[in-house]
């Protein structure tokens, strides 16, 4: 175990990476920092914007209505045809990159680079021990592969069950000095300069990854092009069949990392990286700068800087499970998080936006409004169309019919009920393409599903003006020991 008292490090140089892991985004690249919410430019324009709908709303009430709904019917269809899109170009799955597993085995060991897995975890004691034995089951040379289990300093329930569970020669504790934010990525920040390995992975505590994942990320990187700075494994969920929320989950998860990302990877749009299972090159993490302490996304954001510079991330067919959220307040708070950090990261990069546009193309930058800002913004919308419509299927049409005229209000109609076909859509193709049978009546309800996002997204709306950096914490364990697979893996995987 590696802590604050041990000669292998010294003080000094734990004081300068906790101070890196905390400042050194900000201070390198200052515009790339979510430590600032809002510039001052944006939040006048924000608040100009704001004021000058109130004003004409008072001044010209239906008129302003009328705007406001043909604007926001507008961004909602660009944004669901949009997702269509990428859909459709996902769905031959042609860009997913696959390694066999002779080809992973087949990989001599003399030819394996280096390697760190960085698993932050907080207040987690029930989920180490299962950690543990995932660890032991990858195939990597325990000589070329380093385990830095993140812990804060004053985590004692956490400590100490990694001491019980016995860490051995396969995981090692390094304890990060208490400091704000508290967040994930600046534990992995500071996990960061105590790393060997030239590929460095992040996995959740409670995160059980394909056994060939790391070979099968080395001999992706030896086929893919040089440019290419990350690679993405597929995220799915071993309890997806616990209950209806968790095959909710499951079934977004499978639509997400089996369409929506192999279709990103068809254009020069940004890949917003999933929360773990994200394999980079450290020497590009070192030039680009790593984690953003203070957003709450840092994936989605460390995905957008990599294509801004110019670097590629690949999805590669081999999945990881994870425990999906079987609690309705536990997921919202997780997703309400997801939600806010979006927003930060849609703020932060346009804050630079003719960079942005140079680094990402025409349709690279729209892409990344659409899915970044589109996103929470079109799940808070959603709420607002529904209590239209609920007005008017409740019998007072009169009172919708004096705000919104008719060529206003139907086309808006049709756009929601656009939007939620086409989302049902994908998400029984999706089912179907997997192979999933038990989602299927996750597929056909989801839109109860979509009221919680909304709640969500209402949520983490508000929270990025209150508190930004806030981050709130997920609770895992809820679900006992990953000892069941769920229908949601390949079945093509068959790891001896």
Not at 135 to 147: D, G, H, N, T, W
Not at 246 to 263: K, N, Q, R, S, V
């Given at each position: 175990m590696v802590t604050r008292e041990d000669d292998t490090y010294d003080t000094e140089f734990e004081a300068a990476a906790l101070h890196d892991a905390v400042n050194g985004l900000r201070e390198k690249h200052p515009m790339s920092s979510a430590s600032v919410a809002f510039y001052p430019w944006q939040r006048n324009l924000l608040l100009g914007l704001l004021a000058v709908v109130i004003l004409c709303g008072y001044s010209f009430p239906i008129p302003t209505l009328v705007m406001v709904t043909l604007f926001c019917t507008i961004a909602y269809v660009w944004t669901l045809a949009d997702r269509l899109i990428l859909f459709f170009r996902g769905l031959d799955g042609s860009t997913i990159v696959r390694i066999s597993d002779e080809?992973?085995?087949?990989?001599?060991?003399?030819?394996?680079?280096?390697?760190?897995?960085?698993?932050?975890?907080?207040?987690?004691?029930?989920?180490?021990?299962?950690?543990?034995?995932?660890?032991?089951?990858?195939?990597?040379?325990?000589?070329?592969?380093?385990?830095?289990?993140?812990?804060?300093?004053?985590?004692?329930?956490?400590?100490?069950?990694?001491?019980?569970?016995?860490?051995?020669?396969?995981?090692?504790?390094?304890?990060?000095?208490?400091?704000?934010?508290?967040?994930?990525?600046?534990?992995?920040?500071?996990?960061?300069?105590?790393?060997?390995?030239?590929?460095?992975?992040?996995?959740?505590?409670?995160?059980?990854?394909?056994?060939?994942?790391?070979?099968?990320?080395?001999?992706?990187?030896?086929?893919?092009?040089?440019?290419?700075?990350?690679?993405?494994?597929?995220?799915?969920?071993?309890?997806?069949?616990?209950?209806?929320?968790?095959?909710?989950?499951?079934?977004?998860?499978?639509?997400?990392?089996?369409?929506?990302?192999?279709?990103?990877?068809?254009?020069?749009?940004?890949?917003?990286?999933?929360?773990?299972?994200?394999?980079?090159?450290?020497?590009?993490?070192?030039?680009?700068?790593?984690w953003d302490p203070f957003n709450v996304t840092e994936d989605a954001d460390l995905g957008v800087r990599i294509a801004e510079s110019g670097y590629r991330t690949a999805v590669l067919d081999s999945t990881t499970l994870e425990e999906a959220n079987s609690d309705p307040i536990n997921w919202i708070r997780q997703r309400s998080r997801w939600y806010k950090g979006y927003l930060q990261t849609w703020l932060v990069h346009m804050r630079r936006p003719v960079g942005l546009w140079r680094g990402l193309g025409a349709v690279g930058f729209f892409r990344f409004t659409a899915l970044m800002a589109g996103t929470p913004l079109i799940a808070c919308l959603n709420m607002v169309f529904w209590l239209i419509s609920l007005a008017w299927i409740l019998g007072q049409p009169h009172v919708i019919r004096e705000e919104f005229p008719a060529y206003v209000y139907f086309p808006a109609l049709f756009s929601l009920l656009f939007g939620n076909v086409a989302v049902l859509y994908m998400n029984l193709i999706a089912c179907r393409e997997t192979r999933n049978s038990a989602l299927l009546i996750a597929g056909l309800t989801t839109p109860l599903y979509w009221v919680m996002m909304s709640i969500a997204a209402i949520k983490g709306t508000y929270q990025l003006i209150r508190n930004p950096s806030y981050w709130e914490k997920t609770f895992h364990g809820l679900t006992g020991p990953a000892t069941t697979s769920s229908s949601a893996e390949p079945k093509s995987e068959s790891v001896p």
């Open positions: 080809e992973a085995l087949g990989l001599p060991d003399d030819r394996l680079p280096p390697y760190t897995i960085l698993v932050p975890a907080y207040n987690e004691p029930e989920v180490v021990a299962d950690l543990i034995a995932a660890m032991r089951a990858l195939k990597y040379p325990e000589e070329k592969l380093q385990v830095l289990l993140l812990l804060e300093e004053d985590d004692a329930v956490t400590i100490d069950a990694a001491n019980a569970a016995g860490v051995g020669d396969v995981v090692t504790i390094l304890l990060v000095p208490p400091a704000d934010p508290r967040t994930k990525p600046k534990a992995c920040n500071y996990g960061l300069h105590f790393s060997t390995g030239e590929i460095v992975t992040i996995y959740d505590a409670e995160d059980h990854p394909d056994p060939l994942q790391l070979r099968r990320v080395v001999a992706a990187f030896d086929r893919l092009p040089h440019n290419t700075a990350c690679v993405q494994a597929k995220l799915a969920f071993h309890n997806g069949n616990q209950n209806l929320l968790t095959a909710w989950f499951t079934a977004d998860y499978a639509l997400w990392f089996g369409f929506i990302l192999p279709g990103l990877m068809r254009s020069d749009s940004p890949i917003p990286l999933g929360g773990t299972s994200n394999h980079l090159r450290r020497s590009v993490l070192d030039e680009i700068g790593s």
